[in-house]
């Protein structure tokens, strides 16, 4: 028995390594090692350095909120953000100190997952479950959101339970509305033509996807995305990889912030990172279920 033993140990041992392989290859490891080592090696001269990120306010409880909070947006007209709930529907609006303004009940919006501002008092709710994207409009007197009396959009694609649309960002220049698909698989589809904002010009939809771009995402899920005006780079969130990405104008990942422990100055990890946003001086805002608050300034 005792000469097998060897042989026995070299099989267990393989097994091990092949399992770590498989663990390591789920969970985007080695992806994410080569990237940080690059990063850290020769870092972006042209982004915006989330490595340069510092928490400012952290964990601070979002007062008067029991339910998960979801997704957030920021709205450079009122200075204000904007989350949203979807076991009681609410369209929540937030001050840039993580205090509410004010709640507004949703009807029929199903599974309200993101919200992203589109324009002046325009703003862009989905419902992950059936795919659709909800356009509503909100003035300060707003009490209520009714689905039925909204431009509705609804795409389809790869319907997969409550791995559906989880983020949504906006380019107002280039009209394009970046919507995530959280996982199985994890892709972000480019919309163009909603919403549809000139009633002279027929009503034509256009989904692009870009598969090269998705692949490099070497993240678990996607939680949320921002759009960053004045780079033209995508901010994209994974919660499960405690991680906010950024990519540059062709698809790339060229910095990152972690939201672990130790990083950037958080004394705790982020426990369930569900929505960023970014503000006019380029402050990011975070939020986690099921009522936490973050700020995050760029340190010089």
């Known amino acids: 028995m005792r000469r097998y033993l060897p042989l026995v140990f070299l099989v267990f041992s393989l097994l091990a390594l092949a399992a770590l392989g498989v663990a390591g290859q789920q969970h985007r490891v080695f992806e994410r090692a080569w990237f940080d080592l690059k990063a850290w090696w020769q870092p972006a001269e042209q982004g915006m350095g989330l490595s340069r990120y510092q928490v400012v306010v952290e964990a601070r409880p979002v007062e008067g909120l029991e339910a998960d909070i979801s997704a957030l947006t920021f709205d450079p007209d009122r200075n204000s953000l904007y989350t949203v ?17 004010r709640r507004i009940p949703l009807t029929g919006f199903g599974d309200p997952e993101a919200v992203e501002y589109v324009g002046p008092g325009s703003f862009v709710i989905t419902d992950e479950r059936e795919q659709r994207l909800i356009r509503v409009h909100v003035a300060p007197d707003t009490a209520f959101l009714d689905a039925k009396d909204a431009e509705q959009l609804t795409l389809g694609i790869g319907l997969n339970g409550n791995k559906g649309f989880e983020g949504l960002a906006y380019d107002s220049g280039g009209k394009r509305l970046f919507v995530a698909k959280e996982r199985d698989p994890m892709l972000i589809y480019e919309v163009h033509g909603f919403p549809h904002d000139n009633p002279e010009q027929p009503y034509a939809v256009h989904v692009v996807q870009d598969r090269k771009r998705d692949s490099r995402l070497f993240v678990r899920d996607l939680s949320s995305l921002q759009f960053d005006e004045r780079s033209g780079h995508l901010l994209a969130l994974s919660d499960e990889s405690q991680l906010v990405l950024e990519l540059d104008v062709k698809g790339k990942p060229i910095s990152s912030l972690s939201l672990r422990k130790g990083s950037a100055g958080l004394k705790a990890s982020v426990p369930q990172a569900e929505g960023i946003a970014l503000d006019d001086a380029g402050t990011l805002y975070v939020v986690s279920e099921p009522n936490l608050f973050y700020v995050f300034k760029k340190t010089e």
């Open 85 to 101: 709930t979807n076991k009681n529907p609410e369209l929540i609006e937030l001050s840039l100190e993580g205090r509410i303004v």
